[in-house]
Nanobody, 114 residues
Framework: QLQLQESGPGLVKSSQTLSVTCTVS?????????WSWIRQPPGQELQWLGY??????YVTPSLRSRISISRDTSKNQFTLQLTSVTPEDTAVYYC????????WGQGTQVTVSS
């Protein structure tokens, strides 16, 4: 059974780097799926941030200068890093396998303090 579990710092200070990790069980992240990051700021719609697929990554152009996505195949994890965070980066961060159908983690709340 596929499971995705996000983990993150909970609270980050402005200007610091946010790092959230998705631990996957029940499938290998080396499979040919889009392994994505999405976030939902409070009161806003979901925002797709980027994906890693095999060794290729793609991130949303609006955040390209601040985002990186990597993976650790030995741990079956993939990680989002977001630099120079501001309170506007406060959100629930989700990881996801696939597009349609898609399987989601339950999300992890990250709050950026000013």
């Amino acid at each position: 059974q596929l499971q995705l579990q996000e983990s993150g710092p909970g609270l980050v200070k402005s200007s610091q780097t946010l790092s959230v990790t998705c631990t996957v069980s029940g499938d290998s992240i080396t499979t040919n799926y889009y392994w994505s990051w999405i976030r939902q700021p409070p009161g806003q719609e979901l925002q797709w941030l980027g994906y890693i697929r095999n060794t290729n990554t793609y991130v949303t152009p609006s955040l390209r200068s601040r985002i990186s996505i990597s993976r650790d195949t030995s741990k079956n994890q993939f990680t989002l890093q977001l630099t120079s965070v501001t309170p506007e980066d406060t959100a629930v961060y989700y990881c996801r396998q696939g597009v349609s159908p898609a399987y989601w983690g339950q999300g992890t709340q990250v709050t950026v303090s000013s």
